[in-house]
């Protein structure tokens, strides 16, 4: 009998392959034909647009093994995760879908047939539930018909229920149609028979007949001409009941990452339950972080990225609890490589930047948990209600998220842990004050605009002839401007135009999109741009020069054949220089994004550090010989498999089909592309490195120039150099020379500077005839004429030595802001703390701070206030010892 999880995933491919289904790989995390989604969430994602009409079906009916992610918007099951047996962050999908093939009979037989046949699971054991109809869709009686008298299910476990549970759509509008779900039964132990006990019976496959389409919002139902089938089965849930175990977290690919964790925390599973909700935490992160990393995501501060940091720092906080002191997630995500690399081999290609990222961030994270946590227990501004509760403010939550990288949810858990609740609502309006001043909160990207899911359903797919030439001759089938289709354009108007045929390349896959010329018999149209609003769909953004253009109209199709090489040669380039990366930094440098335009390139690729002038000149110089060794580029059209057997580099981000363009250019540089290359390395010409920076965590970015540019910026080097040479009055060999002299000359002068300010700061008579003895303590506050911190705290210094024991309070006015300084000699640290007097001291400039028990020092804006804060000092210690 079929048990393992690795079996079932492959009973399944086998079971549908042999059932004429094409079986097709995962789409990536990461959609890439949906751009309404955060992460893919189910198998029917990547076939949105099959479904919708906008793509060819892959097959007439196909099958999959998805990944998938549910943890946004309507499918958020974050805060399940743990707490539950079954709610997970990362989790595969089984589905197989039918294109306007079968309908509702075979599907059901299909599954059914899955279940019963293949896995042996006792059809007694099964229940199904069908739609009962409500006033906008009928009751969906085939298929209560179809599992009682078809499949043979006995009518006592047909359940009939409502929409929520039984009908699906894709959204407003567009298909939908009701659905039907298996659900499997745990038995009495668990509860009386009844569908929406939960813990009795969960659901094992859901099955959607999309039988209908919705024109308008709230419109009514239509009929499709070719029905379709979409399914989705959760994997771990059924292993969970062929391996005979109670929760998802006890089956094969789950209870090595739980056991790891617990291994790691000193505990075992099953020792206390608020013990077994972390390791279940840390165990169902692993496998999101694993999954997301190994397809190019790194934690950030935005967008997809910021959601894997909280995923990860959840899952670190949670180590925390447990006690686990070292860093532990990388080892519970390699634990998940070794548990899943059979299914997904890309994983054991990224092992070591898994390792990385995963050591880097928990590192982060570490440095400030601490110091968050101590806040927490620290703060004193709560709002407390009647009942005693207390709530954290806003504007404190968000600064914890902001400044030590706690997210809200994670706040929300110490929460539940400390006996507090959030103001949610001032959380919201700090973080839209920053987001204002920043720019940042970006939730998801916007949709494609309707009019060109109109156009590619109506006119197809444009055919790209641009491999082969620059030049075309075509026909307008649409004309679009302001977003609508026009009938014609005229003279000075912007437009968009499609074409049957085009040399134009539309931008895709980092390349820009090209410029160049429409011209027919009486007019003509300046290309300034080429985009791609959707797979398959170009369009030619521009402004009618002469005349008028209608649809319909036969035009030459002229790209800018001088832009174009230039383009060619930098994205050669590109692959060239991915290539040396790898070389010389190792596998993990692999591309993370690109930008290939005609005046220059960009290249951004995984890395953890600033690359030292040896490792550039070396990545310069391996690319430089590729070209010099004047390499053929060759390209040719593969199947997906065959193109990765072969040695090729594929993009995660990319949804390859199943035939793929392979562009080979060396034994060693063989990737999947869609662009333009030059017909050898030769052709590009010159190459030099322009820049390296980091733009994000684990992410450096390269900017390089080839071809004419590279001598463009040669020549402007030279000029720089001769103008600098001149200025300086030396010979451009000497310019290091002259300047490390000149550097030299100005650190000498700034020492002269601060010996003279500190000088002037040292008048030590002056500064102790302030000393008040206030109850048996000296105590000093003084406000300098300099106020870098500094020069504050070698005069502390200074005084300190000669006061003995001591409280002192120095302020000074730095870079047009108050800085405060306060010092506690080390015989009174026992009875007065730094750190609370400069908080009192710096409320009166507006400001606040930190520090040692011994010293702490602050800042703030009002600069006139300097004078009361340090007089301040005084009335501070005569309350604190009148208190003792």
């Excluded at 010989?625 to 060759?634: F, K, R, S, T, Y």
Aim: charged letters at 25%; one cysteine or more; glycine letters at 10%.
């Amino acid at each position: 009998m079929i048990k393992a999880t690795f079996d079932i995933r492959r009973a399944f491919v086998d079971y549908f392959k042999s059932n004429r289904h094409k079986v097709l790989s995962s789409a990536p995390l990461v959609p890439t034909s949906d751009q309404t989604l955060m992460f893919t969430n189910a198998g029917m994602v990547q076939f949105k647009n099959v479904f919708t009409g906008q793509s060819k079906r892959p097959a007439p009916c196909a099958a999959t093994v998805q990944k998938c992610i549910r943890i946004s918007g309507k499918h958020n099951d974050l805060e399940n995760v743990g707490r539950t047996s079954r709610h997970h962050t990362f989790f595969e999908m089984l589905g197989n879908f039918s294109f306007g093939d079968y309908f509702k009979r075979d599907a059901l037989e299909y599954g059914w047939g899955f279940l019963t046949e293949t896995l042996k699971l006792d059809p007694n054991q099964l229940w199904v539930s069908v739609f009962a109809g409500d006033e906008t869709a009928p009751a969906d009686e085939e298929a209560y018909d179809l599992w009682a008298n078809h499949i043979g299910v006995p009518q006592e476990r047909i359940f009939r229920c409502g929409a929520k549970d039984n009908f699906w759509s894709m959204g407003d509008t567009g298909p939908c149609g009701p659905c039907s779900e298996v659900h499997f039964d745990r038995g009495d132990a668990f509860g009386p028979a009844d569908l929406t006990n939960g813990e009795r019976y969960f659901e094992l496959w859901n099955l959607v007949f999309m039988q209908y389409q919705v024109d308008t919002p709230g419109g009514p139902l239509k009929p499709l001409p070719a029905p379709c089938i979409d399914t989705g089965a959760g994997l771990e849930r059924i292993a969970s009941v062929l391996q005979g175990v109670d929760s998802n977290y006890d089956i094969d690919v789950f209870k090595p990452l739980v056991e790891k964790a617990a291994s790691q925390a000193g505990t075992r599973y099953g020792a206390a339950p608020a013990t077994d909700v972390s390791l279940r935490v840390i165990a169902d992160h692993a496998r999101m972080t694993a999954f997301l990393i190994s397809e190019g995501i790194f934690p950030e501060k935005t967008y997809r990225e910021y959601v894997l940091r909280r995923v990860m720092r959840r899952a670190i906080r949670h180590g925390h609890r447990l006690g686990i002191d070292n860093l532990f997630m990388h080892e519970i995500a390699k634990t998940v490589v070794e548990i899943m690399h059979g299914a997904y081999p890309e994983l054991t290609d990224r092992v070591d930047l898994i390792d990385r990222v995963c050591r880097q961030e928990e590192e982060r994270f570490r440095e400030t948990l601490g110091r968050g946590l101590e806040l927490l227990s620290t703060n004193e501004e709560w709002t407390v209600g009647p009942d005693g509760a207390k709530t954290l403010p806003g504007e404190i939550a968000f600064d914890l998220t902001a400044t030590y990288g706690f997210p809200m949810d994670l706040i929300e858990v110490i929460g539940r842990d400390e006996g507090f609740t959030v103001d949610e609502k001032g959380y919201e309006e700090a973080k839209k004050r920053h987001q204002s001043i920043s720019g940042a909160g970006k939730i998801g990207d916007e949709a494609v605009a309707p009019v060109y899911d109109d156009l590619l359903a109506s006119v197809g797919q444009t055919e790209f002839v641009g491999y082969e030439g620059e030049r075309a001759s075509a026909q307008v089938l649409a004309i679009v401007r302001d977003k609508q289709t026009v009938p014609h354009a005229t003279k000075g108007q912007e437009v968009e135009v499609v074409l049957e045929v085009t040399p134009f390349y539309g931008a895709a896959g980092g390349q820009v999109g090209d410029t160049g010329t429409l011209s027919w018999t009486d007019g003509s149209m300046t290309v300034s741009d080429t985009q791609r609003p959707l797979p398959g769909l170009v369009v030619h953004r521009g402004t009618v020069e002469t005349n008028r253009l209608r649809v319909g109209d036969p035009v030459e199709a002229v790209i800018d054949g001088d832009r174009r090489l230039a383009i060619r040669r930098h994205h050669t380039a590109t692959h060239l220089l991915h290539l040396a990366l790898r070389e010389v930094l190792g596998a993990h440098a692999t591309q993370k994004g690109s930008r290939v335009a005609a005046d220059s390139l960009r290249f951004d690729f995984a890395h953890f550090e600033p690359l030292s002038a040896a490792q550039l000149a070396q990545i310069e110089e391996r690319v430089y010989g590729l070209i010099l060794q004047n390499h053929a580029v060759d390209t040719a059209i593969k199947s997906y498999t065959e193109a990765r057997e072969s040695g090729a580099v594929a993009l995660f981000e990319e949804n390859y089909g199943d035939m793929v363009r392979l562009v080979t250019i060396s034994p060693e540089s063989r990737e999947l592309c869609g662009g333009t290359h030059v017909a050898a390395t030769g052709e590009i010409g010159s190459f030099y490195i322009v820049s390296e920076t980091g733009i994000a965590a684990g992410v450096r970015r390269i900017e390089a120039v080839a071809g004419h540019a590279a001598q463009e910026w040669i020549s402007r080097g030279r000029q720089v150099l001769a103008n600098a040479a001149h200025l300086l009055k030396a010979d451009p060999q000497a310019i290091v020379a002259k300047l490390e002299k000149a550097l030299a000359n100005e650190r000498a002068l700034k020492r002269e500077i601060n010996q003279l300010q500190r000088k002037l700061n040292e008048g030590g008579e002056v500064l102790s005839a302030r000393v008040r003895p206030i109850n048996g303590i000296k105590v000093l506050g003084a406000r300098l004429d300099v106020g870098d911190p500094a020069v504050l705290r070698d005069t502390v210094d200074t005084l300190k030595q000669r006061l003995g024991s001591a409280i002192i309070c120095l302020g000074g006015e730095h870079r047009k802001k108050g800085a405060l300084l306060v010092a506690v000699t080390e015989d009174l640290v026992e009875r007065f703390d730094a750190r609370q007097l400069i908080r009192e001291v710096a409320a009166v400039i507006g400001g606040k701070g930190g520090g040692r028990a011994d010293l702490a020092q602050a800042g703030g804006p009002k600069t006139d206030q300097l004078d009361a804060a340090v007089e301040k000092i005084y009335d501070a210690i005569a309350r604190a010892t009148e208190s003792e």
